[in-house]
């Protein structure tokens, strides 16, 4: 069996049996969504013309189950009717972690992304065109994400990139959106290094200087804490940066650092770390990391008797710190951007909408994801034309632009300018505690 290209391998399995490839199902919003409107190949999306990919198309039927050649041919068939490359859709490209350690981040974003682009389709599209979204799974992997964004653009031809929520991929992105210049939205990337990058880089979500003098303003004040322990991911540009920002903001507070320690996102074991915590005696402990590790860290802390409150930021959000933490991770706080409980009208009908076609409650990046979609189709209709710079001026200049993740403008650095909302872990679920303006 060849080596599959990285979205073939979702689709393939292996057959123990007959060593041939069989058909595994995709996530459903994958399977129908990667090509939008594309009249053919959007319930089969990971067959596309890479030379990976094109191979598996033409590998004999012999080499392949009974059903997958049957799907196959139906496809082989279906692509002489596709109108993907014509100039009937306006092609959007997003790059989402679809799968790997931070799928769900991609899951929800995507989501959320393609439920905005469904209901502008269904609205009868911008400039009398439909949405072409154009998703590429980047596997949560370091170094995947230049490749993606480098076939998005000059293959594909799209007009505008999507993505991501982790800020070091979107970090990977930017520098090739930019020179190209196609505007980039990304939907949760908060490191304020990312719309740095050059101006045709804009985001939905405020950036961590806020979130991080958020949460040390939440310690002093709410959880009444003098000391705090910050642990953080070094592989990672948001975890680095929102530590940072706390710490400036704790210290002004009146606050001590009583420990500074690092792991790296993956790791599985934090206990040395968590030891030297426990050692230092603070009041608190900051985890700026992604929903894996924290689970395991808060789970470890419990284990070393550390029973002191946890909290973070919207890198906590996700069912799986729920699923895998616990108890452990029970009573404790992270930051994010809104609350699927926000009884806004957007946000009711939002919630509707996606609990209608998911069939579960939408989280942030599900939101952002959508927002995302909104204020690029918005600015695609103000400015008359996909053209570049054009369509850059009318992203920068998008202003009390109504979401579902609040009402938002874009400020001069391409940043949105909106309020954090924090959550606390109660009953094993996330709990709205309060809404912390600008
Ligand atoms: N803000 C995080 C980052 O920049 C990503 C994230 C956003 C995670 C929203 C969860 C929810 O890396």
Known sequence: MPEFAPRLKQ???KCPAKNTAEIKPLPQSIREGRHGKCCCIQKLDFLDSTPHSRHILMKPLSLISSAAATTVALIALGLSGCKSGSNNTIKVGEFASLTGKEATFGGSS????LLAIDEINKAGGVLGKQI??????NQSKAGETANIVNKLISRDGVVAILGEVASSRSLEAAPIAQPAKIPMISPASTNPKVTEVGDYIFRVCFIDPFQGTVM??????????????????AKSDYSKGL????????????????SELDYNGG???FKAQLTTIK????DAVFIPGYYNDVALIATQAKEIGLNIPLFGGDGWESENLLQVGKEAVEGNYFSTHCSPEDTSPKMISFVAAYKAKYNKTPDAMAALGYDSAYVLADAIKRAGTTEGSKLRDAIAATKDFEGVTGKFSLDDKR???KSAAILQIKGGKFTFLETIAP
């Open 279 to 282: 050692g230092s005696s603070p």
């Open 110 to 113: 995507h989501e959320g992304t």
């Open 243 to 258: 530590a940072k920002y706390f710490k400036e903001q704790f210290l002004k507070n009146g606050g001590t650092i009583t």
């Open 267 to 269: 790791d599985k074991d």
């Open 216 to 233: 040390a303003n939440f310690a002093t004040k709410t959880l009444n804490a003098k000391k705090v322990a910050v642990l953080t991911d």
């Open 415 to 417: 940043n949105a300018v």
């Open 11 to 13: 689709a393939f399995g």
């Open 132 to 137: 072409e979204l154009l998703t590429e799974d």
